[in-house]
């Protein structure tokens, strides 16, 4: 499927790639990276097991991820799209799984998350989320609200286009009770209602398990954002694969629209 779109994979070996590749430009590490994490159920039925046992496994390598994120230094916040809106969709005993996860996930990281200094945040509906999830969510948010290290910002019940609707609603009304103008209504403001207001745009995205799609997933926030897809199931993510979607980000040259390094004189 990757190779009608980007055409026939050489038999290039590749080389790992080390923490001192990325940190040679350190200048150019992405300030926010958002990933899709993709695959855990396929990479359980490749193994004969249940859904529920790639998910566990998807949620040791976010534990890797973010210590790497936090050991590199400039990657200011990270962002894990851990349960969209569709999900619900999904069997009723994977969807209890899964809003264990941030429960089992916290019990053990939270002391290290406290020593690293990271702030835990998290974007989407949280109402619709069971009250024991919503507990250990406030729990996390509360206790390291005051970290001022890197942000790991969970998408939790997080649409893009609800968001992008509940914004909506809100300006309207501040617009109809006489507190916004409607000229007032530019980028900037439609920015101040999402969820991620207080955050910088992402500047990669990565998706894994060779879907090469948005699903959903900050429409808004992405218009500028570099794109990096991997074959490469979420439970297999290491860090050479992350090194390496950094070290892509680091090649690219980044235009907004415009044509900077164009030879433009
Ligand atoms: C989830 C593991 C990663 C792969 C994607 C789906 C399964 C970590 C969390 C989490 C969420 C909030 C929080 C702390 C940890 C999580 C869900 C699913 C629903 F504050 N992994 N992970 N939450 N997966």
């Known amino acids: 499927m990757f190779s009608k779109i980007f055409g026939k994979k050489q038999n290039k070996q590749k080389t790992l790639l080390g923490r001192e590749t990325v940190l040679a430009n350190k200048e150019l590490l992405p300030?926010?990276?958002?990933?899709?994490?993709?695959?855990?159920?396929?990479?359980?039925?490749k193994r004969a097991l249940p859904r529920i046992a790639g998910h566990h496994?998807?949620?040791?390598?976010?534990?890797?991820?973010?210590?790497?994120?936090?050991?590199?230094?400039?990657?200011?916040?990270?962002?894990?799209y851990a349960f969209s809106t569709e999900n619900w969709k999904?069997?009723?005993?994977?969807?209890?799984?899964?809003?264990?996860?941030?429960?089992?996930?916290?019990?053990?990281f939270l002391p290290e998350l406290m020593e690293r200094n990271i702030k835990v945040i998290m974007m989407g509906n949280k109402d619709g989320l069971p009250k024991h999830t919503q507990n250990v969510l406030n729990d996390a948010i509360e206790k390291t609200k005051n970290n001022t290290g890197?942000?790991?910002?969970f998408a939790m019940n997080y649409g893009s286009r609800d968001e992008i609707v509940h914004a909506m609603k809100v300006i309207l009304t501040n617009v109809n009770d006489g507190k916004l103008s409607i000229d007032?209504?530019?980028?900037?403001?439609?920015?101040?209602?999402?969820m991620t207001s207080a955050l910088p745009e992402p500047d990669l995205?990565?998706?894994?398990?060779?879907?090469v799609r948005l699903s959903n997933f900050m429409l808004w926030q992405l218009a500028y954002t570099e794109f990096w897809f991997t074959e490469t199931l979420w439970p297999d993510f290491d860090e050479p694969t992350f090194l390496e979607a950094i070290h892509a980000y680091q090649k690219r040259n980044r235009r907004y629209g415009g044509l900077k390094g164009e030879g433009k004189n």
């Open 31 to 45: 300030c926010h990276i958002a990933i899709i994490m993709d695959g855990n159920g396929r990479w359980a039925k």
């Open 57 to 80: 496994e998807g949620m040791k390598v976010v534990r890797k991820v973010a210590r790497i994120a936090d050991d590199l230094g400039g990657i200011k916040v990270l962002t894990l």
């Open 90 to 108: 999904r069997p009723k005993n994977e969807v209890e799984y899964l809003m264990s996860l941030p429960e089992k996930f916290l019990s053990s």
């Open 150 to 153: 890197l942000i790991l910002n």
């Open 205 to 211: 995205l990565i998706r894994t398990s060779g879907e």
């Open 184 to 194: 007032e209504v530019d980028e900037f403001t439609v920015n101040q209602y999402l």
